[in-house]
């Protein structure tokens, strides 16, 4: 079987995305439960971090632990890759030694490029063009809370980033419309919105991107490895703040979700992201099961 990597959500086609995201719920609850599940004995994960994390790195590293497994923790401080040893060579020793790898990297061609040259399979866990893991976290907790998204509305407001760019592919794969409210230059490139197959687009007025909305979703202003443009980006997105006049516009079952971490008074106003309609912690959590049941997807198939 050749190896399969999961780069953006287009890696997987629909009815795989959705038998993940089926173990997923059956992981949470097995978990919750205190039943152990170490299906991946033995393994080992690799996780190559060249931009800093919480979420993805405990998750990733829990979540094999809590399977059997173990992970190997690498930043370009510590190994060769700070000291230009090149993608290319690191992927094909790296995946000699490790069953699969997870990385998060600046450049999104970086990673296409270990995937090409390793073994074993590949995740992203975040680039600056994509951040799939966090959707398949994000679907999971939508559907936890208020079933499918087909047909259903969904307001991103903020900056047209990787987070974007992923919900963007999701319009596409699960079919309901993502309202993009951003600023004028500060939107997604055309070749991300084509991913939506026509189901995005772009819109100037964040409250007209909310109207009727199911979810709202958004992120920071500034993304790692933007810091230097955090000054000029509050400017430009200063009324771009979800409130909860906002939510008010959304439909009157909506909820909020953030990937975090968060910046209460920038992006979300605290009463918002702390509020009743606010799923932040499970969306949180749900990186844990759902990771889990993509590294044992992509280790051993559906099982069929
Ligand atoms: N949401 C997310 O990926 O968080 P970390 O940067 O903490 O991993
Ligand atoms: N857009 C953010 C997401 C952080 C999880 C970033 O890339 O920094």
């Given at each position: 079987?050749?190896?399969?990597?999961?780069?953006?959500?287009?890696?997987?086609?629909?009815?795989?995305?959705?038998?993940?995201?089926?173990?997923?719920?059956?992981?949470?609850?097995?978990?919750?439960?205190?039943?152990?599940?170490?299906?991946?004995?033995?393994k080992v994960l690799g996780m190559v971090f060249e931009k800093s994390s919480t979420r993805t790195r405990v998750s990733f590293e829990a979540g094999m632990a809590?399977?059997?497994g173990s992970a190997v923790f690498l930043s370009p401080?510590d190994s060769?890759l700070?000291?230009?040893?090149?993608?290319?060579?690191t992927?094909?020793?790296l995946s000699?030694m490790l069953d699969i790898v997870m990385i998060r990297t600046?450049?999104?061609?970086?990673i296409?490029?270990f995937?090409?040259?390793?073994?074993v399979p590949v995740i992203n866990g975040l680039?600056?063009?994509?951040?799939?893991c966090?959707?398949?976290?994000?679907?999971?907790?939508?559907?936890?809370?208020?079933?499918?998204?087909?047909?259903?509305?969904?307001?991103?407001?903020?900056?047209?980033?990787?987070?974007?760019?992923?919900?963007?592919?999701?319009?596409?794969?699960?079919?309901?419309?993502?309202?993009?409210?951003?600023?004028?230059?500060?939107?997604?490139?055309?070749?991300?919105?084509?991913?939506?197959?026509?189901?995005?687009?772009?819109?100037?007025?964040?409250?007209?991107?909310?109207?009727?909305?199911?979810?709202?979703?958004?992120?920071?202003?500034?993304?790692?490895?933007?810091?230097?443009?955090?000054?000029?980006?509050?400017?430009?997105?200063?009324?771009?703040?979800?409130?909860?006049?906002?939510?008010?516009?959304?439909?009157?079952?909506?909820?909020?979700?953030?990937?975090?971490?968060?910046?209460?008074?920038?992006?979300?106003?605290?009463?918002?992201?702390?509020?009743?309609?606010?799923?932040?912690?499970?969306?949180?959590?749900?990186r844990?099961?759902?990771q889990?049941?993509l590294m044992?997807?992509?280790?051993?198939?559906?099982?069929?």
């Open positions: 079987m050749p190896v399969r990597h999961f780069l953006t959500l287009n890696d997987l086609r629909r009815d795989e995305l959705d038998f993940v995201l089926r173990r997923a719920s059956e992981l949470k609850a097995m978990k919750h439960d205190g039943r152990g599940h170490e299906s991946l004995r033995g809590q399977l059997g401080r060769q700070g000291r230009g040893e090149p993608v290319e060579d992927a094909r020793v000699r600046f450049g999104h061609d970086k296409e490029r995937a090409e040259y390793s073994r680039s600056d063009d994509h951040h799939p966090q959707l398949l976290a994000d679907i999971q907790t939508f559907l936890e809370h208020r079933g499918s998204l087909d047909g259903k509305t969904v307001a991103w407001i903020g900056d047209g980033n990787n987070m974007c760019n992923s919900w963007l592919e999701a319009a596409g794969i699960f079919g309901f419309q993502l309202n993009v409210g951003c600023p004028e230059g500060f939107e997604p490139s055309a070749g991300m919105v084509a991913l939506s197959g026509g189901n995005g687009q772009v819109m100037r007025d964040p409250t007209e991107a909310c109207r009727g909305a199911h979810l709202v979703v958004t992120d920071v202003w500034a993304s790692m490895g933007q810091e230097e443009e955090q000054r000029q980006r509050e400017q430009a997105f200063r009324d771009y703040q979800v409130t909860a006049a906002m939510m008010a516009e959304a439909s009157d079952d909506a909820i909020f979700m953030h990937c975090l971490p968060a910046h209460r008074g920038e992006e979300v106003s605290a009463d918002v992201i702390d509020g009743l309609q606010s799923v932040v912690w499970d969306e949180a959590e749900n844990l099961h759902a889990k049941a044992e997807f992509l280790l051993l198939g559906t099982g069929d």
